[in-house]
Nanobody
Framework: QTQLVESGGDSVQTGGSLRLSCRIE??????????MGWFRQSPGKEREGVAS???????TYSDSVKGRFTISRDNDKTVLYLQMDGLKPDDTATYYC???????????????????WGQGTQVTVSS
């Protein structure tokens, strides 16, 4: 059974940086063939797609994080990353990594198009 385990969430001030990690447990032999994504959710809001990366390392970003966040994957270590720079209070949320049982990512990174989820890691940005 595939498990996704996020880490790296913390409390930082505006302008700070964090790197989130998502370790993939199980499904190792196929991990390289999966579209992976990062999402976030704040209380009272819908889960928002932040970034995705496919097996060719093609990436997509939401407009709200473009130019500040970078998604990457280390296929040998089965780890997905999200480098977050220039953090703002609006970035405060629980961040989730997700896997889609497909090599390529949808044009829109929406939650219903992903199949497996981690438990989330909290990011808090103070002004």
């Amino acid at each position: 059974q595939t498990q996704l385990v996020e880490s790296g969430g913390d409390s930082v001030q505006t302008g700070g940086s964090l790197r989130l990690s998502c370790r993939i447990e199980g499904y190792h032999s196929h991990w390289r063939n999966l579209c992976m994504g990062w999402f976030r959710q704040s209380p009272g809001k819908e889960r928002e797609g932040v970034a995705s990366i496919d097996i060719d390392s093609k990436t997509t970003y939401s407009d709200s994080v473009k130019g500040r966040f970078t998604i990457s994957r280390d296929n040998d270590k089965t780890v997905l990353y999200l480098q977050m720079d220039g953090l703002k209070p609006d970035d405060t949320a629980t961040y989730y990594c997700a896997a889609r049982w497909d090599a390529y990512c949808p044009q829109e990174t929406t939650a219903e198009r992903f199949d497996a989820w981690g438990q989330g890691t909290q990011v808090t940005v103070s002004s």
